[in-house]
């Protein structure tokens, strides 16, 4: 299998136009856009019968294992304008400690912290960035909680497209460094995800960037649709019955429920598609309330709070997209504690040896509860979601100090 392949090879594609995810509206390809006439996000659609005539599933075992193998459902007209970094497809790790304990017959974690920049926002980046240099758009902005931006930051850069990144002024200090160390200029703001969009809203016109903001633009959704995809093709293409995700802005839910849509389309797959499950913190659970009331928006959070800084997020523009999901799918959205999301953490680390974000630790601790009210049983087959990589967090204290001309040999075995 050639590793560049994915990369070098120029395939055709097929996006048809640009629809409204509200009203249906269509829109011409191939031009500049952000949010619809009516201020809702806009979907990629492709001509799913030409896909169908000219690539079969099993031809994608002679590509390259990484992102780009995809290259007939996603927008990138022209080869090089690939701005890539090496998104591997990422592993499903098995949990069988845990799935012993549980009485289940099998539980997979599909690890996202494997990506360029340690995080699944590498997904959207690459394609968002990809597209930028396509329409020739230069400067780029964007709010981030941190993983977000980093992954702006490190694909701007090596597309030669100028970024700025505006944080929430607690956002961890790894990731305000990390956003700048790749090239970005970042800017702590003192309030939260959806203030700093503000600023880089209002900075569009004065500033000349391209609003990069979550489903602002429609191409970081086709990013994030990978992971769908690759889900399918890992499990040959049979897909699992529950999937929880970490819900914040929703990009990847909506995505996945996007690609399990386009894939039921071209045959792929076939069979009743997983239940979406949107996890959240409690201090911060706008979707978990609208799908509670019943409602087809969420109101804004107020006092949001965390230690999942990544799922953060007050008010979402997508929310009408993520609940359509949940209901479409049969699912449902859950909240969890900060203490069930440590403990959560803490128990894959020690009984697994998976190191995991908060954000990743929250959607077992989500299964747990959803295990224990009934809402999934021991013979679904279920997917966590873990959206980064546990070493950008940081950790409890530990180690001991011993004398090294004299250790204490019964603090270490008690230990």
Same mark, same amino acid.
């Given at each position: 299998?050639?590793?560049?392949?994915?990369?070098?090879?120029?395939?055709?594609?097929? &996006?048809?136009?640009?629809?409204?995810?509200?009203?249906?509206?269509?829109?011409?390809?191939?031009?500049?856009?952000?949010?619809?006439?009516?201020?809702?996000?806009?979907?990629?659609?492709?001509?799913?019968?030409?896909?169908?005539?000219?690539?079969?599933?099993?031809?994608?075992? /002679?590509? #390259? @294992?990484?992102?780009?193998?995809?290259?007939?459902?996603?927008?990138?007209?022209?080869?090089?304008?690939?701005?890539?970094?090496?998104?591997?497809?990422?592993?499903?790790?098995?949990?069988?400690? &845990?799935?012993?304990?549980?009485?289940?017959?099998?539980?997979?974690?599909?690890?996202? %912290?494997?990506? @360029?920049?340690?995080?699944?926002?590498?997904?959207?980046?690459?394609?968002?960035?990809?597209?930028?240099?396509?329409?020739?758009?230069?400067?780029?902005?964007? @709010?981030?909680?941190?993983?977000?931006?980093?992954?702006?930051? *490190?694909?701007?850069?090596?597309?030669? $497209?100028?970024?700025?990144?505006?944080? @929430?002024?607690?956002?961890?200090?790894?990731?305000?460094?990390?956003? /700048?160390?790749?090239?970005?200029?970042?800017?702590?703001?003192?309030?939260?995800?959806?203030?700093?969009?503000?600023?880089?809203?209002?900075?569009?016109?004065?500033?000349?960037?391209?609003?990069? #903001?979550?489903?602002?633009?429609?191409?970081?959704?086709?990013?994030?649709?990978?992971?769908? $995809?690759?889900?399918?093709?890992?499990?040959?293409?049979?897909?699992? +019955?529950?999937?929880?995700?970490?819900?914040?802005?929703?990009?990847?839910?909506?995505?996945?429920?996007?690609?399990?849509?386009?894939?039921?389309?071209?045959?792929?797959?076939?069979?009743?598609?997983?239940?979406?499950?949107?996890?959240?913190?409690?201090?911060?659970?706008?979707?978990?309330?609208?799908?509670?009331?019943? *409602?087809?928006?969420?109101?804004?959070?107020?006092?949001?709070?965390?230690?999942?800084?990544?799922?953060?997020?007050?008010?979402?523009?997508?929310?009408?997209?993520?609940?359509?999901?949940?209901?479409?799918?049969?699912?449902? *959205?859950? +909240?969890?504690?900060?203490?069930?999301?440590?403990?959560?953490?803490?128990?894959?680390?020690?009984?697994? %040896?998976?190191?995991?974000?908060?954000?990743?630790?929250?959607?077992?601790? /989500?299964?747990?509860?959803?295990?224990?009210?009934?809402?999934?049983?021991?013979? +679904?087959?279920?997917?966590?979601?873990?959206?980064?990589?546990?070493?950008?967090?940081?950790?409890?204290?530990?180690?001991?100090?011993?004398?090294?001309? /004299?250790?204490?040999?019964?603090?270490?075995?008690?230990?």
């Amino acid at each position: 299998m050639r590793s560049d392949l994915s990369l070098t090879t120029d395939r055709p594609t097929f &996006v048809a136009h640009l629809e409204c995810s509200e009203t249906g509206t269509r829109y011409p390809p191939d031009r500049i856009y952000g949010l619809s006439d009516v201020g809702k996000p806009l979907l990629v659609r492709y001509d799913l019968d030409g896909v169908a005539r000219t690539v079969a599933p099993e031809a994608l075992d /002679a590509r #390259s @294992p990484d992102l780009w193998r995809y290259r007939e459902l996603l927008p990138v007209r022209h080869t090089e304008h690939i701005t890539s970094l090496g998104e591997t497809m990422t592993p499903l790790v098995d949990l069988p400690s &845990v799935a012993g304990r549980l009485g289940v017959a099998r539980l997979l974690v599909k690890d996202e %912290g494997r990506l @360029p920049t340690g995080s699944f926002k590498a997904r959207g980046m690459t394609v968002a960035v990809s597209m930028a240099r396509e329409l020739g758009i230069r400067r780029l902005a964007m @709010p981030s909680n941190g993983n977000a931006g980093a992954a702006l930051a *490190a694909y701007a850069t090596r597309a030669g $497209l100028e970024a700025y990144v505006f944080v @929430p002024e607690d956002t961890p200090e790894v990731n305000v460094r990390e956003i /700048a160390h790749a090239g970005a200029k970042v800017f702590r703001v003192d309030g939260l995800i959806d203030e700093a969009g503000r600023i880089v809203a209002e900075g569009t016109e004065r500033m000349g960037w391209f609003d990069l #903001s979550t489903l602002k633009e429609p191409y970081r959704i086709e990013g994030k649709k990978t992971m769908g $995809l690759e889900l399918a093709e890992q499990l040959g293409w049979e897909l699992p +019955d529950v999937i929880f995700y970490p819900t914040g802005g929703g990009t990847g839910l909506i995505g996945m429920w996007k690609a399990f849509e386009e894939l039921r389309t071209l045959g792929w797959t076939t069979g009743r598609p997983p239940r979406m499950v949107a996890v959240q913190a409690a201090g911060c659970a706008p979707i978990v309330k609208a799908w509670r009331d019943g *409602a087809t928006h969420a109101e804004r959070w107020e006092d949001a709070h965390t230690i999942a800084a990544g799922i953060r997020v007050p008010a979402a523009i997508g929310d009408f997209l993520i609940l359509r999901a949940l209901r479409e799918s049969g699912g449902f *959205a859950i +909240d969890v504690p900060d203490g069930e999301i440590v403990e959560a953490s803490r128990e894959l680390g020690s009984v697994e %040896g998976l190191m995991t974000s908060p954000e990743g630790a929250a959607t077992y601790a /989500a299964y747990l509860r959803a295990l224990a009210e009934g809402l999934v049983s021991t013979e +679904d087959r279920v997917v966590l979601f873990n959206c980064g990589n546990g070493l950008k967090y940081p950790l409890p204290a530990a180690g001991r100090r011993i004398d090294k001309t /004299a250790p204490d040999w019964a603090l270490i075995a008690d230990s």
